[in-house]
T-cell receptor, first 110, second 113 residues
Framework: TQLLEQSPQFLSIQEGENLTVYCNSSSVFSSLQWYRQEPGEGPVLLVTVVTGGEVKKLKRLTFQFGDARKDSSLHITAAQPGDTGLYLCAGAPGTYKYIFGTGTRLKVLA | EAQVTQNPRYLITVTGKKLTVTCSQNMNHEYMSWYRQDPGLGLRQIYYSMNVEVTDKGDVPEGYKVSRKEKRNFPLILESPSPNQTSLYFC????????????FGPGTRLTVL
């Protein structure tokens, strides 16, 4: 069974701090997505990365796909309370299936 | 408005009583999927469908059935629910391959007593 390990599981930081969330696997993925989930809602897609080494930026969020397409990271610069939520990575081993990570619950304190 | 809807949003039932959770999307998407979300385990894929009448098992299909008779609907059926199926369930849809945006429904919280 393919697994995606996310770390850390929980993160509580002050507004303005930087943070990095990691998503690691021993398996290769054809693509990888990052989602954010708010309480009582379904996950919402933030970004999709496809190419090994690819870096994408979404305002203060920077996403990187590992060179070997087995891992990814999400870096948030100057975190804000609005960034609070559950962050999930999801790897696609092929066309149809997804393997989701265990999630990182982020709380940004004002 | 483009959306995925699920019903019911909350359900409390007893062991063995058959139930169906409905899922509908209005985006004409080819691909639909069901997930369950449990603390510490993330989302796990139950079943997915690539098109009408085409379905396949995900990672945790035991105890569940699905059908895809129409493109817009993808119901999840629990023929004989058990307490270990207590979970938060999400339906999702996307147009095509794994790089397309996957849209999730609001979730159904199921408790099996």
């Amino acid at each position: 069974t393919q697994l995606l390990e996310q770390s850390p599981q929980f993160l509580s930081i002050q507004e303005g701090e930087n943070l990095t969330v990691y998503c690691n696997s021993s398996s290769v993925f054809s693509s990888l997505q990052w989602y954010r989930q708010e309480p009582g809602e379904g996950p919402v897609l933030l970004v999709t990365v496809v190419t090994g080494g690819e870096v994408k930026k979404l305002k203060r969020l920077t996403f990187q796909f590992g060179d070997a397409r087995k891992d990814s990271s999400l870096h948030i610069t100057a975190a804000q309370p609005g960034d609070t939520g559950l962050y999930l990575c999801a790897g696609a081993p092929g066309t149809y299936k997804y393997i989701f990570g265990t999630g990182t619950r982020l709380k940004v304190l004002a | 408005e483009a959306q995925v809807t699920q019903n019911p949003r909350y359900l409390i039932t007893v062991t063995g009583k058959k139930l169906t959770v409905t899922c509908s999307q209005n985006m004409n998407h080819e691909y639909m999927s069901w997930y369950r979300q449990d603390p510490g385990l993330g989302l796990r894929q139950i079943y997915y469908s690539m098109n009408v009448e085409v379905t396949d098992k995900g990672d945790v299909p035991e105890g569940y059935k699905v059908s895809r008779k129409e493109k817009r609907n993808f119901p999840l059926i629990l023929e004989s629910p058990s307490p270990n199926q207590t979970s938060l369930y999400f339906c999702a849809s996307r147009q095509g391959g794994s790089t397309d945006t996957q849209y999730f429904g609001p979730g159904t919280r199921l408790t099996v007593l």
